[in-house]
Nanobody, 124 residues
């Protein structure tokens, strides 16, 4: 049974950092692109970052570019989101997701499986 389990969320002051992790099980992790999305209260889920199967291609949303970095470890079956210079606007539930293919994609509809999410709260 496939599972994606996120961890690393929490409460941090503006300007601080957090690293989110998402560990996959029940699936051949190295075969798939992965992504991070977030959803703030009252807003739609939005793209944050994505990475292809081997980590060779990765990109982030304009709103987080230069502050957030996505990476992966195919030995540990884990994808990471390093978040630096956090702002109150980054407050949201963060979700990792598995692509249905091996490439990276910013499109929510390209993702076949989702984790349960982890809360990130940035105080001003």
């Amino acid at each position: 049974q496939e599972q994606l389990v996120e961890c690393g969320g929490g409460l941090v002051q503006a300007g601080g950092s957090l690293r989110l992790s998402c560990t996959a099980s029940g699936v051949t992790f190295r075969n798939y692109g992965m992504g991070w999305f977030r959803q703030a209260p009252g807003k739609e889920r939005e793209f944050v970052g994505t990475i292809n199967w081997n980590g060779g291609i990765r990109y982030a949303a304009d709103s987080v570019k230069g502050r957030f970095t996505i990476s992966r470890d195919n030995v540990k079956n884990t994808v990471y989101l390093q978040m630096n210079s956090l702002k109150p606007d980054d407050t949201a539930v963060y979700y990792c997701a598995r692509r249905s293919g091996s490439t990276a994609s910013p499109q929510l509809g390209d993702y076949a499986y989702w984790g349960q999410g982890t809360q990130v709260t940035v105080s001003s």
